[in-house]
């Protein structure tokens, strides 16, 4: 049934300014915010029995779509998801002594983590909107489920990720035919990348939290949790036909899941579905915490991590900006808690939870797990109250890293592969093994001379590796047309031809396409002087 009569407003989070979704802009005319909320008609929606209705439909994300920010459902880009399994905790709930554990299987969606939700919402938007391209920054399960919708649509891809963002994930991505770029930053460092990108080419740049979709995406899983635990426990005595947790779980990295969970929350309440919200409880891992870290302090503007110390990639957002704002609200609203746990905390709880209810996760998931641990025993969560985990993913195998008599040796930070504080050197010579792991010939641009020679210098590293150098874009371009390297190794910030410019050639070039690009910033690696002694010192000892 096409719901193209269906109106749609925008409202800022910060001013209150409403305006119809059609005509939006990208922030508030009044105040410049991003953060807007999608508002329907939840008055017409009540009075037409819509729960009842909804009830009739098949179970996956779409049966909510009157409070989805689509007009017309053929929109809709759909791979089955949604609906994914409330299981009921048996062994570790009884171990916990909790009377009702119950875990949002996430696992189970056709990526493996809950960002399907946000790629069916995002990708059908775009496909109603008539774009084609789009620009996405991942860490790395945002842009696994950008690639299989997109792929799906016939929308193309360009993601960029983070140092730390492990080789399995790109793989993947890559496997759906988008365009893979692998940084040497940080997931911030990395965010900015891509807008730059986005913005030089003129392509979609997706904004994540700062987008209606992503946040309507994540609110479906509020709704899912009410009607699945009101089949569980039956509806309440309030007379309301849905059932709310008093807990929700999640661990938090730009914090888009709960927020969407909230406003979820909140809207069925509106609709006379539940008569309260749960109390949230978010767990960030203890390397990039700036979340808890603020809480802690009491204050509602949380002070950026700038080198998250963390393994897992997933939840290494060190700059959670208004989101964590919003959070704090909740929180002082209707209760909850942000703790934080540690990678050897995560992968234990990897352990317990696998061996109590047969349910494996990934890191980011095993973080939540020991979040919750910690709160039971603190006694923030009581005996009965009713707790719903978010199990958000397992995209990832990550056995090697939890089995075996040395798994915790291998989870210490100083010794992981890919620790996010790497010197640059290792840095570039673990995205050369990614991307690149054969290629013999190289050819590097680079505009700063002495960021040429470091490259030049690690490069020799490797054996029979010939490596060419061009000092900037268009020398760059000339050369690789006429030497076809099996590899590229680029700066970003280049008068003229820039890093970007070299990409967007070489990928328009079907001849030039299939080459790996690497991208670089010069004041990475010409930042740490001692990196350049490092490495002359390496080569001499060899
Ligand atoms: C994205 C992701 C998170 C963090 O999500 P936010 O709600 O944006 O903080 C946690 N776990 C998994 C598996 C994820 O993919
Ligand atoms: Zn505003």
Not at 282 to 308: H, K, L, Y
């Amino acid at each position: 049934m096409p719901t193209n009569t269906k109106t749609i407003t925008l409202e800022c989070t910060f001013c209150g300014h409403q305006e119809p979704m059609r005509t939006f802009g990208g922030a508030c005319p009044k105040c410049g915010e991003v953060i807007v909320e999608a508002r329907y008609d939840l008055d017409a929606l009540r009075a037409s029995q819509w729960a009842e209705t909804v009830s009739r439909r098949r179970p996956h994300l779409w049966r909510y779509h009157e409070v989805l920010p689509i007009y017309d459902t053929d929109n809709i880009v759909s791979l089955g998801e949604g609906h994914s399994p409330l299981i009921k905790s048996r062994a570790l709930a009884a171990a916990l002594g909790l009377k009702n554990l119950y875990i949002k299987d996430e696992r189970q969606g056709p990526t493996a983590s809950f960002k399907d939700r946000q790629a069916t919402v995002a990708i059908s938007a775009l496909k109603e909107m008539g774009v084609d391209e789009v620009v996405v920054a991942s860490t790395g399960n945002v842009a696994i489920a950008y690639a299989a919708y997109g792929a799906r649509a016939g929308i193309k891809l360009w993601a960029f990720f983070p140092a730390l963002a492990p080789n399995d994930k790109l793989r993947e991505v890559a496997v759906y035919g988008a365009e893979v770029i692998k940084t040497t930053g940080t997931y911030d460092q990395t965010k900015a990348l891509a807008q730059q990108f986005a913005a030089s080419r003129g392509i979609f740049l997706d904004k994540g939290i700062k987008s209606v979709a992503a946040i309507e995406a994540m609110k479906t899983m509020a709704y899912e949790i009410a009607e699945q635990l009101t089949w569980e426990l039956g509806a309440p005595s309030s007379g309301v036909p849905w059932r709310s947790p008093d807990w929700f779980l999640q661990g938090v990295s730009g914090g888009m899941g709960p927020i969407g969970v909230g406003k979820g929350f909140r809207e069925m309440r509106t609709l006379g579905l539940v008569d309260r919200l749960p109390q949230f409880g978010m767990i960030q891992s203890s390397g990039c915490a700036p979340m808890v870290d603020a809480f802690m302090r009491g204050q509602r503007v949380a002070t950026p991590v700038e080198n998250p110390q963390t393994v897992i990639a997933t939840l290494a957002t060190g700059a959670p900006g208004r989101a964590y704002e919003l959070l704090y609200d909740y929180v002082q609203e209707n209760g909850g808690y942000f703790v934080s746990a540690s990678d050897e905390e995560a992968f234990q709880a990897i352990r317990t939870l696998a061996r109590n209810d047969g349910i494996s996760v990934e890191p980011a998931t095993g973080v939540t797990f020991a979040g919750l641990f910690k709160l039971v025993r603190q006694r923030v969560i009581k005996p009965d109250d009713v707790v719903v985990v978010n199990c958000s993913g397992h995209t990832l195998p990550v056995e090697k890293t939890i089995l075996g008599e040395q798994w915790q040796k291998q989870v210490d930070l100083a010794s992981a592969p890919t620790t996010p504080s790497l010197p640059p050197e290792d840095a570039l010579m673990n995205a050369i093994d990614m991307v690149g792991k054969r290629a013999r010939r190289v050819v590097v641009i680079e505009d700063n001379v002495e960021a040429a020679r470091l490259m030049h210098r690690i490069l020799q590293t490797r054996d029979d590796t010939e490596i060419r150098l061009a000092h900037n874009g268009a020398a760059g371009l000339a050369l690789i047309r006429a030497w076809r390297p099996d590899m590229v190794i680029t700066d970003l910030m280049m008068p003229d031809v820039d890093g970007f410019a070299v990409v967007r050639e070489m990928k328009a070039d079907p001849a030039l396409a299939d080459i790996p690009i690497i991208v670089v910033s010069a004041k990475e690696l010409t930042k740490t002087s001692s990196a350049t002694c490092r490495c002359c010192c390496k080569r001499a000892r060899s």
